[in-house]
């Protein structure tokens, strides 16, 4: 069995009474929250979103954040305090959705929402005070699937540029890779035989057929003509190789690609307010400075 040498401030982190803390936030001063919905795609549902603005007196730049959740659970509630740091500290404004879950919803559903909102935020950015020359994305779990399926959906359809694509321990794969099964069946937070379940019940099954890569990003053979991408990802995560995997495949075809492996560290680390969580935020709160000045339309 393998032995988890984590570092101390995140051993207890899964007690019931810390995990009801971590959906705890508080609005700070100079930024305003507002829940809305916005048109579903094709005439459907509305979409639930909740857009953090910081007050500013110039155009901020824009980031749609998708929440985890293994496709079947989680809303934006998930991510009050990743999306307020990236907010105020880039200082951007925030974009978080309720896509449709599974499997009442099974793919396309969940990134045909993420389009709609996608799209929506291009046009209504004047009225929020937005720059739609300035728009990233950032998922974790299953909504860095959602968003690495995304970039390729937008670049084989069109729509807004992503200038960044920031992927936070994504769900890449089907399932755990073979130098991953150490970690599979005792890993904090996911872990055990039915660790490809949630994807399954998003593709609705894989039925002996190859699922589509806007689905399962790493099954795809082009990876070119994508975003700048910054992905993270935890030692002791079993989806850890998906995402080193999905960061060679960007690097062949030339694709700027920022990876992190954070030591002795779990799925979802980063929810756990902790040093090592302000680290990686900065980072990536630096990646979005960046690419939004380099990618700017002339």
Request: proline fraction near 7%; charge should be negative; hydrophobic fraction near 40%.
């Amino acid at each position: 069995m393998l032995h988890y040498n984590f570092d101390p401030i995140y051993t207890t982190w899964q007690d019931p009474e810390v995990m009801k803390g971590l959906h705890k936030f508080s609005k700070p001063d100079g930024m305003e929250i507002i829940d809305k919905v916005v048109p579903g795609p094709n005439g459907g549902q509305d979409i639930e979103v909740r857009i953090y603005k910081p007050e500013s007196k110039d155009k901020l730049p824009m980031i749609m954040n998708v929440h985890g959740g293994g496709f079947t659970t989680g809303s934006y509630e998930n991510d009050n305090n990743r999306v307020i740091y990236l907010a105020m500290h880039i200082p951007a404004i925030v974009v978080s959705l309720n896509y449709r879950l599974a499997p009442e919803h099974v793919f396309p559903d969940a990134i045909e929402d993420c389009y709609a909102v996608w799209n929506w935020m291009y046009e209504v950015a004047d009225k929020i005070g937005g720059d739609k020359n300035k728009m990233g994305l950032f998922g974790t779990s299953a909504g860095g699937n959602l968003c690495a399926g995304l970039a390729f959906y937008v670049r084989d359809h069109g729509g807004p540029k992503i200038s960044l694509n920031a992927l936070n321990v994504p769900a890449l794969g089907i399932g755990p890779s073979l130098s991953g099964e150490q970690m599979r069946f005792d890993a904090p937070v996911i872990s055990g035989q039915g660790l490809a379940e949630g994807i399954r019940r998003y593709i609705g099954g894989l039925n002996g057929m190859l699922p589509s890569y806007y689905a399962v990003p790493n099954v795809a053979l082009d990876f070119s003509d994508l975003p700048a991408t910054l992905i993270v990802t935890a030692e002791y995560d079993p989806l850890r190789d998906e995402s080193i995997a999905y960061a060679e495949k960007l690097m062949k075809d030339a694709i700027p690609i920022e990876l992190y492996l954070m030591p002795r560290v779990g799925h979802g680390f980063d929810a756990v307010q902790a040093p090592m969580t302000d680290w990686i935020h900065d980072g990536v709160v630096r990646a979005f400075k960046r690419e939004f000045s380099a990618n700017v339309e002339k």
